[in-house]
T-cell receptor, first 111, second 114 residues
């Protein structure tokens, strides 16, 4: 079956770059997503990338996709304490109905 | 409101009781989804509503779970005869008609069955 895997924890110093990695198994994935969940809040869609793209940049966020290796990463430049949250990777075929989520990576930003 | 609203935010119930969880999607969003997030797990799809089409119930874990969506807007997820393994955060999301790839999530209902 489909599977999405992420490491559980990542700690970085404020001002450094964070890189959160994700691997997935479904080769038919059309879209790959990054969601952010802050304590007590719902999931916030940060960005998504279509499977025929290698990279997408949006301000401090850079998404890299290696479709051959089924590897997705999210880079956050100049990480701030407000970036501390759980980041979920998800894959799907074009509708949120078919999303498969990873277990989330807890990002802790240290002062 | 501006976002997806869920109520209650927290619910503690005794094993064997029925519970109802409510979701108010963003106005104008035709698609509505329910997911379940268990401790340390990713999100598990439960059910999907799209307009007037028959809902996709393929993710419901047992016949104790049901959901309805009235008037194409508010949705209620009902769990009958709750069990301890039903304890989880139940998340609702909605998508606008032209952007089904983008799901906007509510803050969730944390259900604890004791």
């Amino acid at each position: 079956g489909e599977d999405v895997e992420q490491s559980l924890f990542l700690s970085v110093r404020e001002g450094d770059s964070s890189v959160i990695n994700c691997t997935y198994t479904d080769s038919s994935s059309t879209y790959l997503y990054w969601y952010k969940q802050e304590p007590g809040a719902g999931l916030q869609l940060l960005t998504y990338i279509f499977s025929n793209m290698d990279m997408k940049q949006d301000q401090r966020l850079t998404v890299l996709l290696n479709k051959k290796d089924k590897h997705l990463s999210l880079r956050i430049a100049d990480t701030q304490t407000g970036d501390s949250a759980i980041y979920f990777c998800a894959e799907g075929e074009g509708s949120a109905r078919q999303l498969t989520f990873g277990s989330g990576t807890q990002l802790t930003v240290l002062p | 409101g501006a976002g997806v609203s869920q109520s209650p935010s927290n619910k503690v119930t005794e094993k064997g009781k029925d519970v109802e969880l409510r979701c108010d999607p963003i106005s104008g969003h035709t698609a509505l989804y329910w997911y379940r997030q268990s401790l340390g797990q990713g999100l598990e799809f439960l059910i999907y509503f799209q307009g007037n089409s028959a809902p996709d119930k393929s993710g419901l874990p047992s016949d104790r779970f049901s959901a309805e969506r009235t008037g194409g807007s508010v949705s209620t997820l009902t769990i009958q005869r709750t069990q301890q393994e039903d304890s989880a955060v139940y998340l609702c999301a909605s998508s606008p008609p032209a952007r089904l790839t983008e799901a906007f999530f509510g803050q969730g209902t944390r259900l604890t069955v004791v």
